[in-house]
T-cell receptor, first 116, second 112 residues
């Protein structure tokens, strides 16, 4: 049963600390998305990769957030320095990127971040 | 704009039908999706409909699409307590790459 794996599942940190969230997309999927979910804003798209290349990160605060795909099996989302307003659940999702089900995304279980 | 709108809450009794509504923005969306999120979990695809279809049925789920009004609905027949979750509709924006935009989510509460 193919799944998207995210780590850590939970993270509590203090303001100003660096946070790195990791995602292992489904093998063979060539699109990877990072979403942030909060009660107030709902689901926000932060970054989108196709074939490991960043195509859209317009939803991401550039001064403190960065997203990378060092290889096809790993996507990272880094926040430095973290702030209390970054507290949210961060989801990674991957998709085939082509064919009929191109945009059928499989989501990870999420990383719940709390910044004190 | 990119707002996909849904009502926030829906409460039904077990055994009744649930209808969750969604309005989307991009008339050129090729696919429209319904995802389900259970507590503490990520989103899970329920079903999707191609834009040239008016209706799609999948067991207890019926999706209706009104392209003229940009209105999408999800009907769950014989709703069960296990159907309690947040339901998101999503459209595909053709913005150079196909960007999936989610609605605000509808929290469905099914009472016994």
């Amino acid at each position: 049963d193919a799944r998207v794996t995210q780590t850590p599942r939970h993270k509590v940190t203090e303001m100003g600390q660096e946070v790195t969230m990791r995602c292992q997309p489904i093998l063979g999927h060539n699109t990877v998305f990072w979403y942030r979910q909060t009660m107030m804003q709902g689901l926000e798209l932060l970054a989108y990769f196709r074939n490991r290349a960043p195509l859209d990160d317009s939803g991401m605060p550039k001064d403190r957030f960065s997203a990378e795909m060092p290889d096809a099996t790993l996507a990272t989302l880094k926040i430095q320095p973290s702030e209390p307003r970054d507290s949210a659940v961060y989801f990674c999702a991957s998709g085939p990127g082509q064919g009929v089900g191109a945009n059928v995304l499989t989501f990870g279980a999420g990383s719940r971040l709390t910044v004190l | 704009g990119e707002d996909v709108e849904q009502s926030l809450f829906l409460s039904v009794r077990e055994g009744d039908s649930s209808v969750i509504n969604c309005t989307y923005t991009d008339s050129s969306s090729t696919y429209l999706y319904w995802y389900k999120q259970e507590p503490g979990a990520g989103l899970q695809l329920l079903t999707y409909i191609f834009s040239n279809m008016d209706m799609k049925q999948d067991q207890r789920l019926t999706v209706l699409l009104n392209k003229k009004d940009k209105h999408l609905s999800l009907r769950i027949a014989d709703t069960q307590t296990g159907d309690s979750a947040i339901y998101f509709c999503a459209e595909t924006l053709n913005t150079g790459f196909q960007k999936l935009v989610f609605g605000t989510g509808t929290r469905l509460l099914v009472s016994p």
